[in-house]
């Protein structure tokens, strides 16, 4: 998952945590694939991530209660350098993603719904509190040869002191299998009215069920970053 399909949010001029929702597809992608765990199926997720100026960590857990449907819970906590003095930022997130249509050639599609709660806590002002909603379209073709592409378009809702803002969300992401253990991926995702970030990143199972992440990243004049290591079981 990666923490993380990004969800970025803004408290005046602090930056929030866009690790905060469940979002992402299998590490360290944050374009969401169209595919669940298996009934009964579970994953746990640790990582590190990077944006910019703020750096943190971030773990998440998974469940399949029923076939086609997960649920996942996920914590996050950071720390925004570029304030002096710094701002520490915490997040817990749910996520609810269902796909009905599932296939191992083709196309897959389904529905995800995202909600989070982030805190910024301000040293010389009150603590500032955002509430986010998103709901997600997904898609992905499986191709014969293992490759496959997925689609995201959604529209994500923040709440801060009151006031809400929405916006629509967009995302495209490629993922190349080189072995049966190795993977690379390449994504470009963008919220409305801003230009699109672009992130290249590698996967490589170490056992099975294991897998270890990381890809960096480029957008809106900055960097990012994340590793991670998940696994299923």
């Given at each position: ?26 590490r ?6 169209a ?15 990077r944006d910019?100026?703020t ?7 998974g ?14 906590q ?5 304030p ?6 915490r ?8 796909v009905?249509?599932?296939?191992e050639?083709g ?25 986010a909603s998103?709901?997600t ?10 490759q ?22 967009w ?5 190349h299998?080189?072995?049966?253990t190795?993977t690379?991926?390449a ?5 409305e ?16 069920g ?10 809106n004049?900055?960097?990012f970053?994340?590793v ?6």
């Amino acid at each position: 998952m990666n923490f993380t399909r990004t969800l970025a949010l803004a408290l005046g001029a602090v930056a929030y945590l866009a690790a905060a929702l469940p979002a992402q597809a299998e590490r360290p992608m944050v374009v969401d694939d169209a595919g669940t765990l298996d009934k009964g199926g579970a994953k746990l997720e640790f990582g590190w991530s990077r944006d910019d100026e703020t750096r943190g960590f971030d773990a998440a857990v998974g469940y399949g209660p029923i076939e086609n449907l997960e649920v996942e819970l996920a914590l996050a906590q950071a720390r925004d350098h570029e304030p002096d003095p710094s701002v520490r930022l915490r997040a817990v997130g749910a996520a609810l993603k269902w796909v009905p249509l599932q296939v191992e050639s083709g196309l897959s599609a389904g529905l995800k719904l995202e909600y989070a709660r982030e805190r910024a806590d301000l040293r010389d002002a009150p603590d500032e509190t955002a509430r986010a909603s998103a709901v997600t379209g997904l898609a992905t073709w499986n191709f014969a040869s293992g490759q496959r592409v997925h689609l995201n378009l959604g529209r994500e809702w923040v709440r801060v002191d009151g006031d809400t803002d929405d916006a629509n969300t967009w995302g495209v992401g490629f993922e190349h299998p080189l072995t049966g253990t190795f993977t690379v991926a390449a994504e470009v995702f963008g919220v409305e009215d801003t230009a699109p970030d672009r992130q290249i990143g590698v996967r490589y199972e170490v056992v099975e069920g294991v897998k270890l992440s990381g890809a960096v990243g480029r957008g809106n004049d900055r960097s990012f970053a994340n590793v991670g290591v998940a696994w299923e079981f």
